[in-house]
């Protein structure tokens, strides 16, 4: 099995993703979401929304090279079109595995949410010891 979909199927497992359209859309608004993804054979609302979502929470969006049934199969739950990882740091890691197979067209993305996630556990530990004093 590929190593992203053990990934997403870790992710949840440990309820660490949101999957179809409105969950989604609900984890964008939250806040919760740190990667927003569709299948490649997403129909192109589900794709549109699912950008919407992402752009105007200010959340990274792909499109990844599975299908929905592949989604569906690690997830659990039919043929999702749009799933969300909500977790930093699992986020960082599917997309990370993504951009050493395709680096053109996943590079960026892995860069930039790789740089969220470190100053994140940056600004995790400087409050941590702030709390601790």
């Known amino acids: 099995?590929?190593?992203n979909l053990q990934l997403l199927g870790i992710a949840?497992?440990?309820?660490?993703v949101a999957?179809?359209?409105?969950a989604v859309s609900s984890a964008a608004l939250?806040?919760?979401?740190?990667l927003?993804?569709?299948?490649?054979?997403?129909?192109?609302?589900?794709?549109?929304?699912?950008?919407?979502?992402?752009k105007e929470n200010s959340i990274?969006?792909?499109?990844v090279p599975y299908t929905k049934f592949e989604l569906g199969n690690i997830t659990g739950r039919g043929s999702p079109g749009t799933v969300a990882i909500l977790d930093a740091g699992l986020a960082a890691g599917f997309l990370k595995g993504l951009a050493e197979k395709d680096p053109d067209k996943y590079g960026g993305a892995a860069e930039q949410?790789?740089?969220e996630t470190e100053n994140l556990a940056k600004r995790r530990k400087h409050t941590s010891r702030r709390a601790a004093k």
């Open 30 to 34: 939250t806040g919760r979401a740190k």
């Open 113 to 115: 949410l790789a740089d």
């Open 1 to 3: 099995m590929d190593r």
């Open 12 to 16: 949840r497992k440990a309820g660490l």
């Open 36 to 54: 927003v993804i569709s299948a490649v054979d997403s129909s192109e609302g589900s794709i549109r929304r699912a950008r919407i979502n992402a």
């Open 19 to 22: 999957i179809g359209g409105d």
């Open 60 to 63: 990274i969006y792909i499109t």
